[in-house]
């Protein structure tokens, strides 16, 4: 049973940074993507970015890149979401997914069947 327990979040000031991380159990594949999510209130749920366990292939939604970075340390079976220059629409709760996979594809989150609780991102101008 994959387990995913997401921490880091809390309440910053536009241009500042959070760094998120989510601690994976039960993985018994050689290779997974995992992910970051992110839901603001009244919109729907939308990919921010991916990356691949074995290979370290990232990939981020436009309206990240530059922005965030994903890493992962596969010893510690975690992923990291490193948020800088955070804007006020960056505010949401956000959940780490992870599918079994050597590809993220298009961040679509039916395509993920492991979810964490989420954690709150609030981004104050």
């Known amino acids: 049973q994959v387990q995913l327990v997401e921490s880091g979040g809390g309440s910053v000031q536009a241009g500042g940074s959070l760094r998120l991380s989510c601690v994976a159990s039960?993985?018994?594949?050689?290779?997974?993507?995992m992910a970051w999510f992110r839901q603001a209130p009244g919109k729907e749920r939308e990919g921010v970015a991916g990356?691949?366990?074995?290979?370290?292939?990232?990939d981020y939604a436009d309206s990240v890149k530059g922005r965030f970075t994903i890493s992962r340390d596969n010893t510690e079976n975690t992923a990291y979401l490193q948020m800088n220059s955070l804007k006020s629409e960056d505010t949401a709760v956000y959940y780490c997914?992870?599918?079994?996979?050597?590809?993220?594809?298009?961040?679509?989150?039916?395509?993920?069947?492991?979810w964490g609780q989420g954690t709150q991102v609030t981004v104050s101008s």
């Open positions: 039960g993985f018994t594949y050689s290779t997974y993507c």
């Open positions: 997914a992870a599918a079994i996979g050597s590809w993220c594809g298009k961040l679509v989150s039916m395509s993920f069947p492991y």
């Open positions: 990356i691949v366990t074995r290979s370290g292939n990232a």
